[in-house]
T-cell receptor, first 113, second 112 residues
Framework: RKEVEQDPGPFNVPEGATVAFNCTYSNSASQSFFWYRQDCRKEPKLLMSVYSSGNEDGRFTAQLNRASQYISLLIRDSKLSDSATYLC??????????????FGKGTKLSVIP | EADIYQTPRYLVIGTGKKITLECSQTMGHDKMYWYQQDPGMELHLIHY???????EKGDLSSESTVSRIRTEHFPLTLESARPSHTSQYLCASSEDRNEKLFFGSGTQLSVL
């Protein structure tokens, strides 16, 4: 079983639409959660961290459900510039203050005019 | 913007050649990482370092080696390139005790 699973998509949505991505993780001891954005042939960049209480940054809202072991990303009022692959990243503590990050394969979003 | 740089951006090389992919960061980060990513696939950790003279192998078996003689520099070397090494190689760094990763632009390696 994959440690971090995402629906690969692609999600093709019109401008202005609201779109939601889910990500499930297998290790219940996972401690930190992130969404990264990766444009085609570019490096990943941190979009936002995901906190237990849920957090919002403009049009983006991230939520964590520890009981069901999934995190979500909601994008409201989609823009053409939101087209990218969204990577779910989960961190597990590996002792002595260190940690290991596990990346999902990503969900591809295409926002259409 | 992240101050982490990778060279070359693209590299096409013949089988059997020795290559070194360069990665440098000017943020003073102790932690540095090398990831490998194939198109449409997840990133796989191949090497990491928590400071000078500290290097560890990651989750994905790799025939490459790394060194960390200076904080800012974390080169990756392939002694004898093969077509199976064709991939994108991404270098990243993070602050100590901070899990946010800053990535370089990557090196797209093609071995013929």
């Amino acid at each position: 079983r994959k440690e971090v699973e995402q629906d690969p998509g692609p999600f093709n949505v019109p401008e202005g639409a609201t779109v939601a991505f889910n990500c499930t993780y297998s290790n219940s001891a996972s401690q930190s959660f992130f969404w990264y954005r990766q444009d085609c042939r570019k490096e990943p960049k941190l979009l936002m961290s995901v906190y237990s209480s849920g957090n919002e940054d403009g049009r983006f809202t991230a939520q964590l459900n520890r009981a069901s072991q999934y995190i979500s990303l909601l994008i409201r009022d989609s823009k053409l510039s939101d087209s990218a692959t969204y990577l779910c990243v989960v961190s597990e503590g590996s002792g002595a203050g260190s940690y290991q990050l596990t990346f999902g394969k990503g969900t591809k979003l295409s926002v259409i005019p | 913007e992240a101050d982490i740089y990778q060279t070359p951006r693209y590299l096409v090389i013949g089988t059997g050649k020795k290559i070194t992919l360069e990665c440098s960061q000017t943020m003073g980060h102790d932690k540095m990482y090398w990831y490998q990513q194939d198109p449409g696939m997840e990133l796989h950790l191949i090497h990491y370092s928590y400071g000078v003279n500290s290097t560890e192998k990651g989750d994905l078996s790799s025939e490459s080696t790394v060194s960390r003689i200076r904080t800012e520099h974390f080169p990756l070397t392939l002694e004898s390139a093969r077509p199976s090494h064709t991939s994108q190689y991404l270098c990243a760094s993070s602050e100590d005790r901070n899990e946010k990763l800053f990535f370089g632009s990557g090196t797209q390696l093609s071995v013929l």
